[in-house]
């Protein structure tokens, strides 16, 4: 009988072909949206573990205490050996340094005077070494502006838009002036290899980026680093994971009496985060609900009015002998192969746009030119197995229920009132 309905489908189009679009586009819709939503999220917490926390991070405990000093002065002491257990025990994990300062940025003219100056805030990090990593997660090569990527030492980037703001062009010579890890005043000369266009505007104000070797000279930090950052080398963000890995290393190295112990954070327990993870997901819960709900009623309408328009046709079925029981369960299945046809083809079109999303996304930098907070520029879509199956939900049972709710009057009405709609 399936096969029989199927054909029926495909002869009469105007049984068939309506349905399926307004399904197919339902569910793309559905299937997009809560791709993009999960996209703009996860995208906005992963941004900051990048740039700030990582999935869990280490540093000494009165460092944590203060971190948004950036006190250097507090930093973990010779890290190499700390780091090498990291990556033995934990290899799901990359290990990677960072050391943040903030200083002032001093531009001298030909004669050796200040000619501009800009409070930067600084990230030391691994470009030099030959392992590229640190500069692919942080996309540093696809966004330089003008000039190149640091070479040798005693090279730096700079943000383009801080870059401007005090007219320093790659090949400038700038001053950083800062405090050394023993409290000294630090002046150190860098050359400007090339501008960053960062994807944030929070970032973009005042950004310097080094090497984390130049860093170490500069700060007189010699085998030591301000954070380590462990960062899941496949998938975003696992908080299970990071908040057994904090505790298996806390147990293992923390020692709470003295307050240069190597202490481990998750991403969760640092800055605020913990709120801002909870409130994402919550947030995704409910605008993605609040959509489903609206794209099902929408779908369930469009079987309900699709079934009593019907009626006229399900009348003459009876008038020649088809049993009530009958029409209905054709009914139902005719409507189950119009929602499995459209929700295979809206998914399939969802994706399609998902996945340029993904790959690409939309860029709203205009909108956050005042954002205080780290975010992406340019927001993209996440593809999970949620996005898979999503869809099938207002696609297949909505459309299935408004068929059936609309098929009760079959039940109600007298078989020549049935056909009687017929000849209206």
Do not use: C
């Amino acid at each position: 009988m399936i096969r029989f309905l199927l054909i029926g489908l495909l002869r009469d189009r105007h049984r068939s072909l309506l349905p399926v679009m307004v399904v197919a586009i339902g569910v793309m819709l559905t299937v997009v949206f809560q791709s993009w939503l999960a996209g703009i999220f996860e995208d906005s917490i992963e941004f900051n573990a990048l740039f700030s926390t990582g999935h869990v991070k280490v540093t000494t405990m009165a460092y944590a205490d203060n971190s948004s000093q950036m006190p250097n002065d507090l930093a973990l002491l010779n890290t190499g050996p700390l780091l090498d257990t990291l990556r033995h025990t934990y290899p799901d994990m990359d290990w990677i340094e960072r050391i943040h300062f903030a200083g002032l940025v001093d531009v001298p003219d030909a004669g050796g005077e200040t000619r501009a100056q800009g409070n930067a805030v600084g990230f030391g990090i691994d470009m030099l070494s030959g392992n590229t990593t640190e500069i692919d997660r942080m996309n540093i090569r696809e966004s330089v502006v003008r000039g190149r990527l640091p070479r040798k030492p005693g090279e730096a980037l700079m943000s383009d838009v801080f870059a401007k703001k005090i007219a320093v062009k790659p090949g400038d010579t700038i001053s950083l002036i800062s405090s050394s890890m023993y409290g000294e005043m630090a002046v150190y000369n860098f050359v400007v290899s090339g501008t960053v266009a960062l994807g944030t505007n929070t970032l973009e104000r005042g950004t310097l980026m080094v090497d984390i070797s130049d860093a170490r000279k500069a700060l007189n930090m010699e085998d030591a680093t301000g954070e380590i950052l462990g960062l899941f080398s496949k998938g975003y963000y696992n908080a299970a994971r990071a908040k057994e890995i904090a505790k298996q290393f806390n147990a293992r190295f923390n020692k709470p009496a003295d307050e240069f112990s190597p202490v481990m954070k998750s991403l969760r327990e640092q800055s605020n985060m913990g709120m801002l993870v909870d409130y994402a997901s919550t947030m995704l819960g409910i605008l993605v609900t609040v959509f489903l709900v609206a794209m099902s009623i929408v779908l369930w309408n469009a079987g309900l009015l699709g079934g009593l328009r019907r009626y006229g046709e399900f009348g003459m079925r009876l008038a020649i002998g088809e049993e009530k029981g009958h029409v209905y369960k054709t009914m139902i299945y005719e409507s189950l192969l119009i929602g499995i046809t459209g929700s295979v083809i809206g998914v399939f079109i969802g994706m399609s746009f998902a996945f340029y999303l993904q790959q690409y996304g939309v860029n709203f930098g205009t909108m956050m030119q005042n954002a205080t907070i780290l975010m992406p520029t340019v927001m993209k879509a996440h593809i999970t197995s949620t996005t898979w199956l999503i869809g099938f939900i207002p696609g297949i049972f909505s459309t299935l229920v408004g068929t059936m709710l609309s098929g009760i009057g079959i039940y109600k009405r007298q078989t020549a009132q049935l056909f009687k709609e017929l000849e209206a």
